[in-house]
């Protein structure tokens, strides 16, 4: 394929998932990246684990993703919430009968099914291991060069690429970001009691630690782990042995999971914040990291991702049933206004709770602590913050919701 209704640089999880989307509409795509597939699907390249949001999974049912991941994930049942382990909690707790908050996945299963189902779509023109090394977008649509030489086309160019996306930066497009100086310690262990499929947020003055469930392996009951540090101490945290890492873990966690072992290799990762100030220019549209990039705090970072790819698909298949051209200004401004405030207001929240939960002290403890019961308390409140959880809050795509478009 030389030719197709988009060209996307960037075929990670929201790249693909975009790719895979098109093509379940009946559009193609180009997708272009630099990435090895060998590598980035072997088991020890990346040892993170993401929640996906109940409206994601409808998502990647709605695109046959879904399929590729049965039995891989554990329900999220209950998510709680507390000011280190003060007394004094809030509990998410969905009724019975209703969707689970979410769903953990490994990010390698994720990344795996993403790009098996990208392999399999009739539409999709999968370039990996390729470089775009020259694109030039014009009133008369875009024009790749890659570095084996190849010429593509396509009406509208899609930015998928991750934080530092050099489509974004070519394109000039300010982008507001500071760093958190902290560090963000992935990996994960074994413990002795059942997680009831809890999802566990404890915030601490030095950074949250989160306990997020994963299904039980053959050494028994499993999470993962973020735990935010201080970037200073971030080398320190890896160089511990992994008896001493599981000590000072069980320490934060008052051994409510009872006796930590197996614990798989660590990682690190900086944190920091970047939104652009536009999400869209000339022929041209920003998915996921290369759009936002937040706090881990509310695991929130993926579903912003595909919470666009939901919406640029609508917006793009839409377009094409009204015989418009993809890269029409009208069709992008329309794109920009549905995500562009959402994923502003997500990201000024979790930053603006993790700031809040980082002011030391036993005023600041007491203060976080009383507002934590009242929350508890308000019902309708709760709700609220439930469906932010499960990504159905605000104007929702039609694939959030499990519809075709």
């Known amino acids: 394929m030389t030719q197709a209704d988009v060209l996307i640089l960037g075929g990670g999880l929201v790249g693909g998932a975009l790719a895979v989307a098109l093509d379940a509409h009946g559009l193609s795509s180009i997708v272009v990246d630099p990435a090895d597939p060998a590598v980035t699907l072997a088991k020890g390249f990346d040892g993170r684990a993401s929640a996906v949001a109940?409206?994601?999974?409808?998502?990647?049912?709605?695109?046959g993703i879904a399929d590729r991941l049965a039995?891989?994930?554990?329900?999220i049942r209950h998510i709680r919430v507390s000011d280190g382990l003060a007394p004094g909690k809030l509990d998410f707790i969905p009724d019975a009968d209703d969707d689970a908050l979410g769903t953990m996945y490994e990010n390698r299963l994720l990344r795996r099914a993403i790009h098996e189902a990208a392999v399999a779509a009739p539409r999709v023109d999968l370039r990996m291991k390729r470089k775009a090394v020259a694109v030039e977008r014009t009133a008369a649509g875009v024009t790749a060069t890659l570095d084996d030489g190849a010429e593509v086309r396509a009406p509208l160019l899609i930015a998928a690429e991750g934080r530092n996306s050099p489509t974004r930066e070519?394109?000039?497009?300010?982008?507001a970001r500071w760093s958190y100086d902290h560090h963000a310690i992935i990996s994960a262990f074994n413990h002795e009691r059942s997680?009831?499929?809890?999802?566990?947020?404890?915030?601490?003055?030095?950074g949250p630690f989160a306990l997020l469930p994963l299904n039980d392996d053959?050494?028994?009951h499993r999470s993962a782990i973020v735990w935010s540090v201080h970037a200073k101490d971030g080398p320190a945290m890896l160089k511990l042995s992994d008896r001493g890492f599981l000590a000072e873990a069980e320490k934060r966690m008052g051994g409510f999971l009872g006796?930590?072992?197996n614990l798989s290799p660590r990682s690190s990762y900086p944190l920091g914040f970047h939104h652009a100030a536009t999400i869209t220019g000339e022929r041209l549209a920003l998915v996921g990291d290369a759009a936002h990039g937040i706090h881990p705090i509310a695991g929130q970072g993926l579903n912003l991702g595909f919470r666009d790819v939901a919406a640029l698909t609508e917006v793009l298949v839409e377009g094409k049933r009204l015989g418009l051209d993809l890269g029409d200004a009208a069709l992008l401004a329309r794109y920009q206004r549905w995500r562009g405030l959402d994923t502003l207001m997500v990201a000024a929240s979790t930053d603006a709770l993790n700031r809040l939960f980082g002011v030391p002290g036993r005023a600041a403890s007491a203060v976080r602590r009383f507002g934590?019961?009242?929350v508890d308390r308000i019902a309708p409140l709760k709700?609220?913050?439930?469906?932010?959880?499960?990504?159905?809050?605000?104007?929702?795509?039609?694939?959030?919701?499990?519809?075709?478009?």
């Open 170 to 175: 070519a394109a000039g497009i300010r982008v």
């Open 372 to 374: 934590i019961s009242a």
């Open 54 to 63: 109940s409206a994601s999974g409808r998502m990647l049912a709605a695109i």
């Open 71 to 75: 039995g891989e994930g554990c329900e």
């Open 218 to 220: 053959a050494n028994g």
């Open 259 to 261: 006796g930590l072992s």
């Open 195 to 206: 997680h009831e499929n809890i999802a566990f947020e404890i915030f601490y003055p030095a």
């Open 383 to 405: 709700e609220r913050f439930m469906a932010e959880a499960r990504g159905e809050s605000g104007e929702l795509p039609r694939l959030l919701q499990g519809e075709a478009v």
